[in-house]
């Protein structure tokens, strides 16, 4: 007999990140399916919190595919900016605004403070909803620690990347090939915490 496969959509258009989230689950009896495959409409991003926005594109896929949902939401908080830009960071220089705008803004702001006070932390949390009115969404968050620097490095990842200073490696995680990104990053420890607890539903008989 055929093992079960269970589908799960994942509320982003990212690619790359779907990629990523299915070789990540393999061995599960999981197949991952980007919201692009059934014309989920965005949603705005309306809450306060990671989590909260998470939870709002998990339900809002679910609501239209009729399939459990996988969401994350994910930013840079800079300290002497009081976590900012936050929710915000993909939006930081204004909606619509690309990578390299958003990325001016934030080394202009930290410019006038030494380099010791420029530490910032990527946060992102990731979430599993059964369906779209499941009232016990399952959580994970992850944060990855670095301090920024004005002269942008690297050419892999995206973001803010290019000024995200990585002590442990001394390079900034542009310049971290994409699987050692994926074994330090905020997201990839979201998505760690969260296949633990997928595991326990979903692990093959
Ligand atoms: P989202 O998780 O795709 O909504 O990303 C939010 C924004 O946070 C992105 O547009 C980036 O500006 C920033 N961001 C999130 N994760 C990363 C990362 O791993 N590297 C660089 N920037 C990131």
Redesign the pocket.
Known sequence: MQAKVNRIVFA?G?AGKVREIGQLLEGLSINILPQSDFNVPEIEETGRTFVENAILKARNAAHYTGLPAIA?????AVDVLQGRPGIV??RFAGVGAS?ED?LLKLIDMIKPFPEEQRTAR?I?SMVYLRHEHDPIPMIAQGVWEGQLVTDPKGKN?????PI?YVSSHQCT?AELPPEIKNTL???GQALKQLLVKLNEIYSME
């Open positions: 982003s990212n994350d939401d994910s930013g840079i960071s993909a990578d958003n990527f992102c990842g995206f973001g803010y990347d995200f995680s990053s905020h997201r």
